[in-house]
């Protein structure tokens, strides 16, 4: 036999996903920034041809256990002279491949990724900024951001800039750093600034199954006793 919807039980359904999608909406906010505290300072991981990825693992603020993310800043640093050439590409990974020093490396699956695009301009040093709209994609709470610059030209030098401390979320003060061999861990020596790279992500909590059950039985019962009347 069938199983059918009612009316009853679908207008709950219907007020149960406004109520949890209205919900979503209003608490979109800054699930991780480190942008406020620049170091003064660079780390170029690219140049010449090939290509060349690095980014943060980080754990992004808030309560939820995943988040949507609507958009992703970051700042990166180019030096050289030249046409500015090289293709720039920035992505999300989850941290379920294989291991490196016991750590769960980024795995080859990513969980977003905005394409390449030429970088027509820049400014040599610290101050460049690419900002990505990203649609909605739900990342775990510890996760790693990546960006890869590929076919600088002879002389030309790209990476990331150094901020610190992190003002909302936290990272672990290393790099996952990739150059065509594998993923690596990496850190800063000595004095220098720790390996935070200047970032922001926005994004909006995402409800436990539990919460999204929650809101429809609640809407269950506020229609049974409005039809009750």
Same mark, same amino acid.
Request: glycine fraction near 12%; include cysteine.
């Given at each position: 036999?069938?199983?059918?919807?009612? =009316?009853?039980?679908?207008?709950?359904?219907?007020?149960?996903?406004?109520?949890?999608?209205?919900?979503?909406?209003?608490?979109?906010?800054?699930?991780?920034?480190?942008?406020?505290?620049?170091?003064?300072?660079?780390?170029?991981?690219?140049?010449? *041809?090939?290509?060349?990825?690095?980014?943060?693992?980080?754990?992004?603020?808030?309560? &939820?256990? &995943?988040?949507?993310?609507?958009?992703?800043?970051?700042?990166?640093?180019?030096?050289?002279?030249?046409?500015?050439?090289?293709?720039?590409?920035?992505?999300?990974?989850?941290?379920?491949?294989?291991?490196?020093?016991?750590?769960?490396?980024?795995?080859?699956?990513?969980?977003?990724?905005?394409?390449?695009?030429?970088?027509?301009?820049?400014?040599?040093?610290?101050?460049?900024?690419?900002?990505?709209?990203?649609?909605?994609?739900?990342? =775990?709470?510890?996760?790693?951001?990546?960006?890869?610059?590929?076919?600088?030209?002879?002389?030309?030098?790209?990476?990331?800039?150094?901020?610190? =401390? *992190? *003002?909302?979320?936290?990272?672990?003060?290393?790099?996952?750093?990739?150059?065509?061999?594998?993923?690596?861990?990496?850190?800063?020596?000595? &004095?220098?600034? *720790?390996?935070?790279?200047?970032?922001?992500?926005?994004?909006?909590?995402?409800?436990? =199954? &539990?919460?999204?059950?929650?809101?429809?039985?609640?809407?269950?019962?506020?229609?049974?006793?409005?039809?009750?009347?």
């Amino acid at each position: 036999m069938k199983n059918r919807f009612t =009316p009853l039980f679908a207008q709950a359904l219907a007020v149960g996903a406004v109520a949890v999608l209205t919900q979503s909406a209003q608490s979109q906010s800054t699930v991780y920034d480190n942008t406020e505290t620049y170091a003064g300072a660079n780390f170029n991981y690219a140049s010449g *041809a090939g290509t060349f990825m690095a980014g943060n693992e980080v754990v992004l603020g808030g309560t &939820s256990t &995943s988040d949507a993310i609507a958009t992703f800043q970051v700042q990166y640093d180019f030096t050289g002279t030249g046409t500015a050439a090289a293709s720039v590409d920035a992505s999300f990974y989850a941290n379920t491949g294989a291991t490196y020093n016991g750590y769960a490396t980024p795995a080859a699956t990513t969980l977003w990724d905005a394409g390449n695009f030429t970088l027509t301009s820049f400014t040599t040093g610290a101050g460049n900024t690419l900002t990505y709209t990203v649609p909605g994609t739900v990342v =775990p709470k510890d996760f790693t951001w990546v960006v890869t610059f590929s076919g600088l030209a002879a002389g030309q030098a790209a990476g990331l800039s150094l901020y610190g =401390p *992190a *003002a909302t979320g936290q990272n672990y003060h290393d790099a996952w750093l990739n150059s065509g061999t594998g993923w690596s861990l990496v850190q800063a020596s000595g &004095s220098n600034p *720790a390996l935070e790279f200047g970032a922001k992500l926005t994004g909006t909590g995402v409800p436990e =199954p &539990s919460t999204i059950a929650m809101g429809v039985m609640g809407a269950c019962a506020f229609l049974v006793r409005r039809f009750k009347k």
